[in-house]
C-alpha cells in the first residue's frame, strides 16, 4: 500500500465520536502504509467486541473469531504460511477474560504475533461490564458497589508468561503507537503491545486526560532485556505513575522458527494429502 486512502473500506466506522479506537486505527494504517504490508504478506483477526469492529474499515484480508478467540485463529494461519504479518486485535475482556488461556500459551510458546490489546477496562460493546483490566472498586453497571476484582496488569502478564516483546502505549499518542506498532511487528516472536484506550461511552474514569497527566515514557536508562527490571516496572500504576514503553524485548526463536517442519518452506506449498473418505463416510453415515 503506498496510500492511506487505500486500505480504506466503503464502511464508516461506527465507533463513538472521540473513541479511542479511531486512533488506534489511524496508527495501525500508518504503519501499514509505511511498511507495506497488503494483502500479500499481512493478515488481520480479531476478537468480538468494539475492538473487533476495526476489521471492518481496513482493507485487508481478515478474520473475525469468537469472543475471546483471535489466537487460536491467529496461530493457525501462522502455521500455515508463516511468511504472512499477522495481526491479533483483541479486547480486554476478550483477550484476558474469555481468551486469557490463550494469550498465555501463545506467549509462553512464542509465536511470531503482533497482538495489540485494545484496553478500555470494559465489556464495551455490551454497553460497559467491568472487565478484567477494571480497577477494584471499579462501578459499572455490572459492579454498582465497586468491583470486588483486583485487576489483572496486561504488561506483567505478558512478560511472566514468556511474550518476547511487551510494550505498553496510551491510543491518543499517535505517532508513538505507530512507531511501537511497527517494533512490535518487526519482533520476531510474540509481541504483546497493550494500548490504554478511552471508552468514552462507559468508562469516565480511564479518559485522555487521565491518560495525559498520569502517564509517563521510560526512559533511555531502561533496560528492555532485563526481565526483573521490565517485571517491577510493569508494577507501577498510580497517580502520574503509569509508564509507556516497550518494558521488555528479547532475542529468542520463535515458535515458528523452532519448528522443523516450517524449516524449508511453508505448509501451504506443501500439497495437502489427497485423501479418498468416501469409505470412511460410508462407515459413520
Ligand atoms: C463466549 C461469549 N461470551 C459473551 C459474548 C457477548 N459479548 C460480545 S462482545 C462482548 C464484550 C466485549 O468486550 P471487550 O472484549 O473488552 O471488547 P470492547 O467491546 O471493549 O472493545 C461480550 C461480553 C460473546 N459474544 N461470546
Ligand atoms: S462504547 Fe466505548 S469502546 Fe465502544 S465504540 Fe463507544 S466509546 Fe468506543
Not at 509462553?108 to 460497559?128: A, E, K, M
Not at 516450517?262 to 460410508?282: C, S, V
Request: glycine share 8%; net charge negative; with cysteine.
Amino acid at each position: 500500500m503506498s496510500k492511506i486512502e487505500e486500505l480504506n473500506t466503503n464502511i464508516f466506522p461506527t465507533w463513538c465520536p472521540g473513541c479511542g479506537n479511531f486512533a488506534i486505527l489511524s496508527a495501525f494504517k500508518n504503519a501499514a502504509v509505511q511498511k507495506g504490508w497488503d494483502n500479500s504478506n499481512t493478515v488481520l483477526v480479531a476478537g468480538i467486541g468494539c475492538h473487533g469492529n476495526i476489521l471492518n474499515f481496513i482493507k485487508l484480508t481478515s478474520f473475525e473469531g469468537l469472543h475471546g478467540r483471535s489466537i487460536p485463529v491467529a496461530t493457525g494461519i501462522k502455521l500455515a504460511n508463516h511468511r504472512l504479518n499477522v495481526f491479533c486485535f483483541m479486547g480486554d475482556g476478550d483477550g484476558l477474560g474469555e481468551g486469557g488461556n490463550h494469550l498465555v500459551h501463545a506467549c509462553r510458546r512464542n509465536h511470531d504475533l503482533t497482538v495489540l490489546i485494545h484496553d478500555n477496562g470494559l465489556y464495551s460493546l455490551t454497553t460497559g461490564q467491568t472487565s478484567p483490566t477494571a480497577p477494584h472498586g471499579f462501578k459499572s453497571k455490572s459492579t454498582p458497589l465497586g468491583n470486588p476484582d483486583y485487576p489483572v496488569n496486561p504488561v506483567a502478564l505478558a512478560i511472566a508468561s514468556g511474550s518476547t516483546f511487551v510494550a505498553r502505549v496510551y491510543a491518543a499518542n499517535i505517532p508513538k503507537l505507530t512507531e511501537i506498532i511497527i517494533k512490535a511487528n518487526e519482533h520476531k516472536g510474540m509481541s504483546v503491545v497493550d494500548i490504554l484506550q478511552p471508552c468514552f461511552t462507559f468508562n469516565k474514569e480511564y479518559t485522555n486526560q487521565f491518560y495525559q497527566q498520569n502517564t509517563y515514557w521510560l526512559g533511555e536508562d531502561h533496560d528492555p532485556i532485563n526481565k526483573e527490571v521490565a517485571f517491577k516496572k510493569a508494577q507501577e500504576w498510580g497517580e502520574k505513575q503509569i509508564p509507556l514503553g516497550i518494558f521488555y524485548q528479547v532475542e529468542k526463536p520463535s515458535f515458528e522458527e523452532d519448528l522443523p517442519q516450517l524449516k524449508e518452506k511453508t505448509l501451504i506449498e506443501d500439497a495437502p494429502l489427497q485423501r479418498d473418505l468416501t469409505e470412511l463416510f460410508k462407515k459413520y453415515s
